[in-house]
């Protein structure tokens, strides 16, 4: 059964920083592309970071390219979103995924279930 736990929300306070976790089990890490989402209420899910397969190239949101860093380790099958500079535009529920990448879009397969950050004062 793959499963995707996601880590490492909570509330922190503008320019912050907090770092996700996303671990993975059923499935080999290396074979996915590897994004992260996140949504608010009302609003349609965003992709704000991805790691390829070739290369594990990233890609990232204008919205948090500078301030983000997505990283993984294939050998623990675990994913990572670093926030730094948290602005409370961030807040969210945060959700790994895992897919493959088509002519550019991500196309997720299987999603984690979410971890809130909250950034205010």
């Known amino acids: 059964e793959v499963q995707l736990v996601e880590s490492g929300g909570g509330l922190v306070q503008p320019g912050g920083s907090l770092r996700l976790s996303c671990a993975g089990s059923g499935f080999i890490f290396g074979n996915f592309a590897m994004s992260w989402f996140r949504q608010t209420p009302g609003k349609e899910r965003e992709e704000v970071a991805r790691?390829?397969?070739?290369?594990?190239?990233?890609y990232y949101a204008d919205s948090v390219k500078g301030r983000f860093t997505i990283s993984i380790d294939d050998a623990k099958n675990t994913m990572y979103l670093q926030m730094n500079s948290l602005k409370s535009e961030d807040t969210a529920m945060y959700y790994c995924?895992?897919?493959?990448?088509?002519?550019?879009?991500?196309?997720?397969?299987?999603w984690g279930q979410g971890t809130q950050v909250t950034v205010s004062s």
């Open positions: 995924a895992a897919g493959e990448t088509y002519r550019g879009i991500f196309r997720p397969g299987y």
């Open positions: 790691i390829g397969t070739v290369g594990r190239r990233t």
